[in-house]
């Protein structure tokens, strides 16, 4: 029920996927350079089909799945790094801070945005909320509307009572 009608087979997809990335790859050797690549090169590929197909019914979910790929794919790319620093036996305490400090970073960016995006979609619906309310009283003050009635606007229901006061309703965000 979450993936649109047309992307029905995405489930299969993205559990193909899982497992690849979980346990395929242990067939290359543990903590090889070419797992680590080839990990990498699977987490593109799949975050192409992702951004590609945009196969869930909410966007949102949408931008959070291509969101994780990303953050997949820095996860690889900070063990690639680290195992090639560590054969190349060029990694000192202060470059293991500045690559803790980048790592946490990147690990730290999709959920910020996604707070973000949340905080900036709500701050949206009470504008929208607001303007509504606004044009729906000063066109029942113009009108002298003073009977009960109900106004159905952008999925929020304006019921109109006497003495110009208002009941909101708000249909549920799908």
Excluded at 102 to 122: C, E, F, K, S, W
Aim: charge should be neutral; include cysteine.
């Amino acid at each position: 029920e979450s993936y649109e009608p047309k992307y029905f087979w995405f489930e299969i997809f993205d559990t193909i996927r899982k497992q690849i990335l979980t346990g395929g790859l242990v067939v290359l050797g543990s903590g090889t350079l070419s797992q680590i690549i080839i990990s990498m090169l699977l987490c593109l590929a799949s975050m192409r089909v992702f951004a590609g197909c945009k196969p869930f019914i909410k966007e949102r979910v949408d931008q959070f799945s291509e969101m994780s790929q990303w953050q997949i794919f820095f996860v690889m790319l900070a063990a690639l790094l680290l195992r090639v620093a560590e054969m190349s036996g060029d990694f000192d305490i202060e470059n293991k801070k500045a690559f803790d400090i980048t790592l946490v970073g990147t690990q730290a960016l999709a959920p910020t945005v996604i707070i973000v995006m949340i905080l900036m979609r709500g701050q949206e619906a009470t504008k929208m909320l607001a303007r509504k309310v606004t044009k729906s009283m000063s066109r029942g003050k113009s009108e002298g509307v003073e009977d009960e009635g109900e106004v159905e606007e952008g999925g929020v229901q304006l019921v109109k009572m006497k003495k110009n006061t208002m009941v909101l309703g708000g249909a549920a965000d799908h």
